[in-house]
């Protein structure tokens, strides 16, 4: 059972006791705000502050109207930007081809094709870790490793 209201003052209720580590009855000694409660353990004595349980809200509400059509505008946008950088690297005829792989070093500017993410292109690469453009987003992968 959950409680949505604190009970009154000098009121006993039933809670979990830190220092008797069992569930004990406890008074409720004074409200420290709307949602806490100052209690005392009636076996142990031990005070502590007591909140109540938080409550399951909404992250955010649905966005209506012009909200929702501008941040489709915006997602819209963004995806075609990274589709047409897909395909102007994708277009370079002279970058050689490689297949993935975690143990092989991969140079920039190289195309790559790996075995999930399909056809994709080196973008930047550093000792251990590669960004790679692929159709839908850009990845980091791991490489050279031994």
Known sequence: MTMNTLPPVAKSFFAFCKKCDADRYHVVLAHTSATSAKIK????GSQKTYSLPKTQTKTGKPLTGAAAKKREQTMNSRRSSHRNEYEMLM???NAPTASYNMKGKFEKNTKLQHPK????FIKDAMSDKIEVVFEDEV?????NRV
């Open 41 to 44: 353990c009636e076996i142990c």
């Open 117 to 120: 993410f399909g056809m994709g």
């Open 139 to 143: 990845r980091t992968l791991i490489h």
């Open 91 to 93: 277009a370079t005829e």
